[in-house]
């Protein structure tokens, strides 16, 4: 890579961990914009919050997977690959932030955490090899799909700002998992994705508070 590259990578992150996100596409709409009687209680719209940081979170560590694995891909059509991912994500990460902003809440005390962690992780599956990389996308994709599964059933009925969100993400993520596994991706072993989901589980019940 170039020193551009690098000055270019390097802005994402910090945009990232910043907050300063770019959307390429404008934040997602419920079908019917919400009425006076769905406005949602304290305790809904502080639940509702939280999810929404947790998203946030989820869209950081994206960043610095797709990063990383960018870095370390072997082909120029992977490299293009993960670029054209992560610029979707960052649609997410800032859909979520724009949905942060307007429940009057913040995004997670620890983002620097959360990026410099998945950036090594990224690092660590992209030197195993292109194959092992994308099926490491691959199964993060499963995983974050199962967890919007639950944000929808969770996030309160009135809230349907925050269902539209998720609901593209979710769709965009499934996309994800399937490109990668087309593209040559391997099934990770079970202890592997056993981890996978257990580090899942911290992140996210980190992030619901702080």
């Not at 998720?166 to 993520?173: F, I, P």
């Not at 593209?183 to 992140?203: E, K, Q």
């Amino acid at each position: 890579m170039t020193l551009d590259d690098w000055v270019v990578e390097f802005d994402r992150g910090l945009r990232s961990i910043s907050g300063v996100s770019r959307m390429s596409r404008p934040v997602p709409t419920p079908p019917t914009p919400p009425t006076a009687s769905a406005e949602m209680t304290l305790a809904e719209s502080n639940h509702a919050a939280a999810l929404m940081r947790v998203n946030h979170v989820g869209e950081i560590c994206a960043q610095a997977l797709y990063q990383a694995q960018k870095l370390t891909a072997r082909t120029p059509a992977l490299k293009a690959a993960f670029e054209q991912a992560a610029r979707e994500e960052e649609d997410h990460l800032a859909w979520t932030m724009h949905r942060l902003k307007k429940l009057d809440s913040r995004p997670s005390l620890l983002n620097p955490l959360w990026y410099a962690g998945s950036l090594a992780i990224g690092l660590a599956a992209g030197a195993l090899g292109d194959r092992v990389s994308l099926g490491f996308m691959a199964e993060t994709e499963r995983q974050v799909e199962h967890h919007l599964d639950g944000h929808l059933s969770s996030l309160p009925q009135a809230d349907t700002e925050s269902r539209a969100i998720v609901e593209q993400m979710r769709n965009d993520e499934m996309a994800h998992g399937r490109a990668a596994m087309d593209a040559g991706g391997v099934d990770l072993p079970l202890p592997v994705r056993t981890l996978m989901r257990a580090a899942s589980r911290v992140m996210t019940r980190t992030a619901y508070y702080i």
